[in-house]
């Protein structure tokens, strides 16, 4: 078993309590007159040695060395006495309080103080003289006050410890909220960049492969017409979404966002793109007359849900009509989309799946319902997307 190593502190104490206890003995200075029960010689210097022995070890062994030492003071009064014997015990005392267990720090300062009591009772008691108060002051000052004062050393770390334990713990949960913070700007940026560039990219990719596969001038023409314009459009709004992230004036007013008024463009640009598909586009709006703007991260996540469910139209849509219906209710705002569902010939663009991944997350930030899927209907089988925007009544804008 290997022993505690000591204290590098602790064997300085211990080498200078004894060579001032020694030189104390070789001028024969004394706490006690020639009576004592022992005779003069080395005999005084047995609890010395003993004393500053267990300070080796007033660290590592606390309760030990405070036993042992106890020992040792008692026996120094039965020779002439040596004063480091008694100041090398009260330093045990206090390193007993400051390195113990907690327990041992809450008993010794209570234990010393009563000794101390007891003993300035008991040699007034047999004294019967008021100098015996000076026994009583002696032994407070070599056990009770280096016991108190190694609760207040002992406190005063507690209480460093656990403040430096919380500022570790506020950083460390700063850092958390940093990361946390970081991930969900990453998030938004992830989905504001595909749904802003998808559609595009979709369009350029079917009229590209169109183009490429139908050897028929008008049809190539038409295609790459389709294609620059998608190409100028996508462009744009990269540019736009690189400006916002190279932005660092600190201005806090927020860039424009699409609203619900967009839809209209929206809907014509896919009819547009997905002509040569067989697509036709409608658009329903079905909210009541006179109704307000929504608040705007709502009319953000169904413009999105639009555009993003338009490019899986013509990406995965056979050919047929996509309806886009808006309906208001009393929680807020209903928007589907249904398309024709089955196996379509002829070229489409590759997914990767993030674009439902997106709106389904758009919907949870706002505490909405997102269901996508197919479904049946009387002509057959459709792919239907339909999302639920809650709205608070105190959220709702007035209309104009």
């Not at 005392?93 to 720090?105: F, I, L, R």
């Not at 997914?351 to 997106?358: F, I, K, Q, R, T």
């Not at 899927?373 to 459709?382: W, Y």
Request: neutral net charge; glycine residues 10%.
């Amino acid at each position: 078993m290997n022993l505690p190593r000591t204290h590098r502190d602790d064997v300085l104490i211990a080498a200078a309590g004894l060579a001032c206890g020694l030189l104390l003995w070789c001028f024969g200075l004394y706490t006690q007159g020639p009576s004592s029960p022992l005779p003069d010689g080395p005999v005084v210097l047995v609890p010395l040695v003993a004393m500053t022995s267990l300070a080796l070890v007033r660290r590592t062994m606390p309760r030990t060395a405070l036993l042992a030492g106890t020992v040792a003071v008692v026996g120094d009064q039965f020779t002439r006495g040596n004063l480091m014997t008694v100041v090398m015990f009260a330093d045990i005392v206090y390193a007993a309080v400051v390195y113990g267990p907690p327990a041992s720090a809450r008993r010794i300062p209570v234990t010393t103080g009563l000794i101390s009591i007891a003993v300035t009772l008991g040699f007034l008691a047999w004294f019967r003289e008021p100098e015996a108060l000076l026994i009583g002051v002696v032994t407070a000052l070599i056990t009770f006050f280096p016991a108190l004062t190694g609760a207040v050393v002992r406190n005063h770390r507690q209480a460093a410890d656990t403040a430096r334990l919380r500022a570790e713990q506020t950083a460390l949960l700063a850092e958390m909220d940093r990361r946390q913070a970081v991930i969900a700007e990453r998030s938004r940026m992830a989905r504001e960049l595909h749904d802003m560039v998808a559609n595009h990219l979709s369009a350029i990719a079917i009229h590209s492969t169109a183009a490429l596969s139908l050897d028929d001038p008008k049809t190539s023409r038409d295609a790459l017409g389709v294609i620059r314009e998608n190409s100028v459009d996508g462009l744009a709004e990269m540019r736009r979404l690189i400006g916002l992230l190279r932005d660092t004036s600190g201005h806090d007013e927020p860039a424009a966002a699409p609203t619900l008024d967009g839809l209209d463009a929206l809907v014509r640009q896919a009819g547009v793109n997905g002509a040569a598909s067989g697509l036709t586009f409608r658009l329903v709006d079905d909210r009541a007359p006179g109704t307000g703007p929504l608040p705007a991260p709502v009319e953000l996540a169904a413009y999105r849900i639009v555009q993003e469910s338009l490019t899986n139209t013509l990406k995965h849509a056979d050919a047929g009509e996509v309806t886009v219906a808006l309906h208001s209710a009393d929680h807020g705002l209903t928007v589907q989309v249904t398309s024709a569902h089955g196996g379509r010939p002829g070229p489409r663009a590759p997914g990767s799946g993030a674009g439902l991944v997106g709106m389904r997350e758009r919907i949870a930030l706002l505490g909405g319902v997102f269901e996508a899927g197919p479904a049946q209907e009387r002509g057959g089988t459709i792919w239907r997307v339909r999302a639920e925007l809650p709205v608070a009544e105190d959220d709702k804008e007035p209309s104009a």
